[in-house]
């Protein structure tokens, strides 16, 4: 069994930043790609990031390049979200998720091991 607890998230005033965490726990050698989506009020849950295994590839839905930036330190298990530039848009639960399969997936069903989420609040 894979445990993923995020952290980090928060009230910011938009043009802020926050990084999230998430830290796996567990049989975290089964765990491949790890991904971020994002679920606000009244909407679908939707792709934000996911990044290989290795680090050494990520991905971004277009409404957030060039201002979120994933990395993970498997060493810690632990993977990290800096979010800077926040818009109101950005608000929404952010939640972790982690793969079994190698290959990264902008797809909820791609996706084995899910966190409990955390808030991001962006506002004035």
């Known amino acids: 069994q894979v445990q993923l607890v995020e952290s980090g998230g928060g009230l910011v005033q938009p043009g802020g930043s926050l990084r999230l965490s998430c830290a796996a726990s567990g049989s975290i050698f089964s765990i491949n790609d790890m991904g971020w989506f994002r679920q606000a009020p009244g909407k679908e849950r939707e792709f934000v990031a996911a990044?290989?295994?290795?680090?050494?590839?990520?991905y971004y839905t277009d409404s957030v390049k060039g201002r979120f930036t994933l990395s993970r330190d498997n060493a810690k298990g632990t993977v990290y979200l800096q979010m800077n530039s926040l818009k109101p848009e950005d608000t929404a639960v952010y939640y972790c998720?982690?793969?079994?399969?190698?290959?990264?997936?902008?797809?909820?069903?791609?996706?084995?091991?899910w966190g409990q989420g955390t808030q991001v609040t962006v506002s004035l």
């Open positions: 990044i290989s295994r290795s680090g050494g590839s990520t």
């Open positions: 998720a982690g793969r079994r399969h190698s290959g990264t997936s902008s797809f909820r069903a791609g996706y084995d091991y």
